[in-house]
C-alpha cells in the first residue's frame, strides 16, 4: 500500500505517480498523508484505486476523476470531483462552493454540507449531500441527480435542464424554471439507489424527498420569458 | 419653371440600417442575434503604414536573404511547447456552430501550412483532432464536452474567459443547430436554444485561475501549453493578470473578431478595436519582464500578411484567424448569390450564422448543406491563403531589413490617423507625434 506523505514530497510527484497507474495494477490503495488544504490532490486519475486523504483538501480534489475513488477524511475545497466523469469521491467533511461543478458522471458523496452553486452545470453526475446545500445549487444543472437529505437555499435549480433534484428539507427558494414535480415510486427508487450508493440507505425514507426539475419553459428564447431574469 | 426642392435628404443619424433595425425591433420584440463580427467602421491597420528601409536602415533581399517565421508557443511552464511553422493560427470555433466539414477543412489547412487549429465551445471531435497536426483544446465556461481525455490527446490547452465580440458575454446556439450530435456531445436536449454560461463555474478572479491553471497542469503532467484568452477591454490589466495567474501564452481578441451568434448590440457597442489593445498588453507584459516569455497573440479583423505583419510589429507573437479562414474556405462567396438573395441578402453580407442554413456548407449542422463543403478542397484553399499571408508579412519584413517576423517593431510604423497614432502608439506619418505620449 502506497504511502505518501505530503510534508516530505511535492504533490506533483503523487499526482505523477497516481497517472502512470494501468488499470490492471495491483497498487489499488493510496493513503495521502498531510493534504493541508492543497489544492489539486488526486488529480486526473484513470485507474480503479482508493486515495484516501487524511485531512483537508483545497480547490478541485478529485478534478476530472474518471474509475478512481478519491475519500476525504475532512473538508474539501472549491470545485471537489468538477467535471468527474466516472468513479466516486466521498467527503467525511464539508464541501465548499461548487462541488461536482459539470461533472459528466460518478458519484460525489459529502457527509457534511456543501456551500453555493453544488452540481453547477452538472452534465449526469450523482451528487449525494448528507447536510444542506448553499444557494444556486444546480444552476444551468443538465443531467445527473442531486439528492440533498438537508435543506437548499435560495434559487435552486435556475435555469436547469434535464437534471433530477430531490430535496427531503426545506427549499429556501426555486430558481428561474426550476418547479416541484410529484414523486412517483420511479423516484423513491431512484432516491433509495443513490442513497445506497452514498451509504446512506436505511438512514432516511426516500418518500420524505420532494422532487424538482425544469419546467422547459426556458428551453426557446421567448419575449414573453424576458421577465424570467 | 418649378421652384427648386432640396434632394431628399437622409440622416447622418437615422440612417436607413437604423431605420431598418428599429422597425425590426418594433416588429419582433427582440434584440437582433446575428454571427461575424463589428460591421462598423473602426481604427484598424489599415491606419497604419510601415516605412520601408531606404539611406538609414537597409532591406533584405526578397527570395534570397532569410526572413524566418517560426514561433513558439509555450515555452514558459509547458515541457512540450507549440512550434508553429508561421504565426499565423486557426482561433476557436466550435463544433455546432460550425459543420464537421467545416472544422475537419480547417484542421487540414493549418496542418499543411504547419501551423495549429482550435476546438471551441461544444468539444473535440474525432474529425478535427484526427486532421489537425496541432489542435488546441478550449475550456470554456459551458465545459461542453469537456472530458480528461480529449485534455489529454490536446496540444495546448486554451482557458477561455472572453472574446472580442462579446467581452463579459456567454456563448449562444440555437435550436436549428442543435442537432442529435452537437446536443449529445453538449449533453443536452435536442433542438433547444442553447446559452453557454459567461463566468466559469468553479473559479472567479484572478487568484482562483491560477489555481485553477494550477489543476489543469497537474492533471496534464506539466506538459501542454495553457493560453488565457480574453476580449479586449482592459488589455494592460487582464494581460497583467493572465501572466500573474500563470498562462504560458495570453490571447487577445478585440471587438472585430468574429462570433457564431450573438446580439448585435453586443458586437458593436462593448470593447475595444485590436488597434487599441495590443500596445498596453505589451506593456504589461514589458513591466512584468514577460514579454517574449509569455506570448502574446492577437487576433480580431485580421485579414492579411500586412495585418499579421503590423500586429507583430507592435508587440504581438502570433495572430489567430477566424472570419478570414471561413472566408478562404467557402464563406459568403459570390457563385451562391442566388441562395444568399433567397435567404433575404448579398454575398459578404450573410450573417444569420445562427439560423444553420448556410449555403456555403459552413455554418450549418443541415446534412445537405454540408456536404457542399469539401473538407479537402476547402483545407487546400486555405493552406493556400496561410501561405499568402505568411508571403507577405515576410515581404514586408525584408523591406524593413528584417530577417525574422519577430523583429518587427513599432518603429517600424506610422499611422495615417491622429486616432491610431494615438491607439497604436507611433506616431503620425509625416510627424514625430505620439499624442499622448510626445508632446501633446
Ligand atoms: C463561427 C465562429 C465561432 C466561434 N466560436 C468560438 C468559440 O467557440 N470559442 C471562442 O473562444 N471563440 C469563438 N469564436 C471567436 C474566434 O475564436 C476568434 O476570437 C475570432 O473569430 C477572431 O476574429 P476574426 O474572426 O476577425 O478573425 C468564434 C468565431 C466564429 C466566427
Redesign the pocket.
Known amino acids: 500500500m502506497p504511502a505518501f506523505d505530503l510534508h516530505e514530497r511535492p504533490l506533483r510527484e503523487l499526482n505523477r505517480a497516481l497517472h502512470a497507474l494501468r488499470t490492471d495494477t495491483n497498487e489499488t490503495l493510496w493513503r495521502v498523508a498531510n493534504p493541508d488544504g492543497r489544492h489539486s490532490i488526486a488529480v486526473g486519475l484513470d485507474a480503479p484505486v482508493t486515495v484516501e486523504i487524511g485531512g483537508n483538501a483545497g480547490y478541485y480534489c478529485g478534478g476530472m476523476n474518471k474509475q478512481a475513488t478519491v475519500i476525504v477524511h475532512g473538508s474539501a475545497g472549491v470545485g471537489v470531483a468538477e467535471n468527474m466523469m466516472s468513479g466516486a469521491v466521498h467527503v467525511h467533511g464539508d464541501a465548499s462552493q461548487s462541488a461536482g461543478a459539470t461533472a459528466h458522471g460518478g458519484l460525489l458523496a459529502i457527509y457534511g454540507n456543501a456551500g453555493s452553486r453544488c452540481g453547477i452545470s452538472m452534465k449526469g453526475i450523482d451528487i449525494v449531500v448528507r447536510g444542506s446545500i448553499g444557494h444556486l445549487s444546480a444552476f444551468m444543472a443538465q443531467a445527473g441527480t442531486l439528492t440533498v437529505l438537508g435543506d437548499a437555499g435560495e434559487a435552486l435549480g435556475d435555469s436547469l435542464y434535464e437534471a433530477r433534484l430531490y430535496i427531503r428539507g426545506t427549499v429556501k427558494s426555486l430558481g428561474a424554471d426550476c418547479i416541484e414535480k410529484p414523486m412517483r415510486d420511479e423516484h423513491r427508487a431512484q432516491v433509495y439507489a443513490k442513497l445506497e450508493a452514498a451509504g446512506l440507505a436505511g438512514e432516511v425514507d426516500p418518500a420524505e424527498f420532494r422532487r424538482y426539475g425544469s419546467a422547459r419553459q426556458l428551453y426557446h428564447f421567448h419575449v414573453d420569458n424576458a421577465g424570467a431574469y | 419653371m418649378a421652384t427648386p426642392r432640396t434632394r431628399p435628404r437622409f440622416s447622418a443619424t437615422f440612417t436607413p440600417d437604423v431605420m431598418s433595425e428599429i422597425r425590426r425591433a418594433a416588429a419582433t420584440g427582440i434584440y437582433d442575434i446575428r454571427?461575424?463580427?463589428a460591421k462598423r467602421a473602426l481604427p484598424h491597420f489599415d491606419d497604419l503604414l510601415f516605412l520601408g528601409a531606404s539611406v538609414s536602415r537597409y532591406p533584405l533581399e526578397g527570395y534570397r536573404e532569410r526572413c524566418d517565421t517560426e514561433v513558439i508557443l509555450g515555452s514558459r511552464f509547458a515541457s512540450k511547447p507549440i512550434r508553429l511553422k508561421t504565426p499565423v493560427t486557426i482561433?476557436?470555433?466550435?463544433f455546432g456552430?460550425?459543420s464537421a466539414n467545416a472544422k475537419e477543412a480547417l484542421g487540414r489547412g493549418a496542418s499543411l501550412a504547419g501551423t495549429s487549429t482550435?476546438?471551441?465551445?461544444?468539444g473535440m471531435t474525432d474529425e478535427e483532432r484526427g486532421h489537425s497536426q496541432t489542435l488546441v483544446y478550449?475550456y470554456?465556461p459551458s465545459r461542453y464536452g469537456m472530458n480528461p481525455d480529449d485534455l489529454r490527446r490536446a496540444d495546448a490547452i486554451?482557458v477561455?474567459i472572453g472574446?472580442?465580440?462579446k467581452p463579459g458575454g456567454g456563448?449562444m446556439l440555437l435550436g436549428q443547430k442543435i442537432t442529435e450530435r452537437v446536443a449529445g456531445m453538449r449533453c443536452l436536449p435536442p433542438g433547444i436554444d442553447q446559452r453557454s454560461a459567461c463566468r466559469h463555474p468553479d473559479w472567479t478572479g484572478p487568484d482562483d485561475l491560477e489555481i485553477k491553471l494550477g489543476e489543469l497542469r497537474e492533471i496534464t503532467d506539466w506538459e501542454k501549453p495553457i493560453y488565457v484568452?480574453v476580449g479586449a477591454s482592459r488589455p494592460y490589466y487582464d494581460t497583467a493578470l493572465a501572466a500573474k495567474s500563470g498562462a504560458d501564452v495570453v490571447?487577445l481578441?478585440?471587438m472585430?473578431?468574429?462570433?457564431?451568434a450573438t446580439q448585435d448590440v453586443f458586437i458593436e457597442n462593448v470593447g475595444i478595436p485590436i488597434l487599441a489593445a495590443i500596445r498596453p498588453a505589451v506593456q504589461a507584459l514589458q513591466d512584468l519582464g514577460l514579454h517574449r516569455k509569455v506570448q502574446l497573440v492577437v487576433?480580431?479583423?485580421?485579414?492579411s500578411g500586412a495585418d499579421m505583419a503590423k500586429a507583430l510589429a507592435l508587440g504581438a507573437d502570433a495572430v489567430?484567424?477566424?472570419?478570414?479562414?471561413?472566408i478562404a474556405l467557402g464563406d459568403n462567396d459570390p457563385a451562391y448569390e442566388a441562395e444568399y438573395e433567397a435567404l433575404g441578402t448579398t454575398a459578404g453580407a450573410y450573417d444569420d450564422?445562427h439560423e444553420g442554413n448556410d449555403p456555403a456548407g459552413i455554418?450549418t449542422q443541415n446534412p445537405e448543406l454540408m456536404k457542399r463543403l469539401d473538407p479537402e478542397r476547402a483545407g487546400r484553399r486555405l493552406a493556400n491563403y496561410l501561405s499568402v499571408m505568411t508571403l507577405e508579412a515576410q515581404t514586408i519584413a525584408r523591406a524593413c531589413g528584417k530577417s525574422h517576423l519577430h523583429n518587427l517593431e513599432p518603429e517600424d510604423l506610422v499611422a495615417l490617423t491622429i486616432e491610431a497614432a494615438a491607439m497604436a502608439g507611433v506616431p503620425l506619418a509625416g510627424t514625430d507625434w505620439i499624442p499622448g505620449k510626445t508632446g501633446f
Open positions: 454571427g461575424a463580427g482561433a476557436g470555433m466550435s456552430s460550425l482550435t476546438t471551441g465551445d461544444g478550449q470554456l486554451e477561455v472574446q472580442g465580440a456563448g484568452k490571447v481578441d478585440g472585430q473578431g468574429g462570433t457564431a487576433s480580431g479583423g485580421i485579414r489567430a484567424i477566424g472570419t478570414a479562414a471561413l450564422w455554418t
